[in-house]
């Protein structure tokens, strides 16, 4: 079983700043990618950022420049931080993991349950 527990949601104003972090924790064999997703009220999900655990990053073309993506791989942990926010980056903000549970088998995707975030004066 495995587990991925986001922290670091909140309430901030326009041109401030929160760092998201996700712990993945279980049987874990080896992780693929982890990234961030979000969903706004009315709106499907999308991607903010991932990062591959070779290093690789990509991001959403409306959060470059100012949302920075890494990750601790002795911790099996991801970090969102998040710079110069705007109100429509408003939303619930997903873990997301893709990793090997067992040695033997695929492959496979892990939601967290999510962290709001809202930027508003």
């Known amino acids: 079983q495995v587990q991925l527990v986001e922290s670091g949601g909140g309430f901030v104003q326009p041109g401030g700043s929160l760092r998201l972090s996700c712990a993945a924790s279980?049987?874990?064999?080896?992780?693929?990618?982890m990234g961030w997703y979000r969903q706004a009220p009315g709106k499907e999900r999308e991607l903010v950022a991932r990062?591959?655990?070779?290093?690789?990053?990509n991001y959403a073309d409306s959060v470059k420049g100012r949302f920075i993506i890494s990750r601790d791989n002795a911790k099996n942990t991801v970090y969102l931080q998040m710079n110069s926010l705007k109100p429509e980056d408003t939303a619930v903000y997903y873990c997301n993991a893709h990793l090997a549970p067992f040695r033997v088998g695929p492959s496979e995707n892990y939601w967290g349950q999510g962290t709001q975030v809202t930027v508003s004066s």
């Open positions: 279980g049987s874990i064999f080896s992780i693929d990618a």
């Open positions: 990062i591959t655990w070779g290093g690789s990053r």
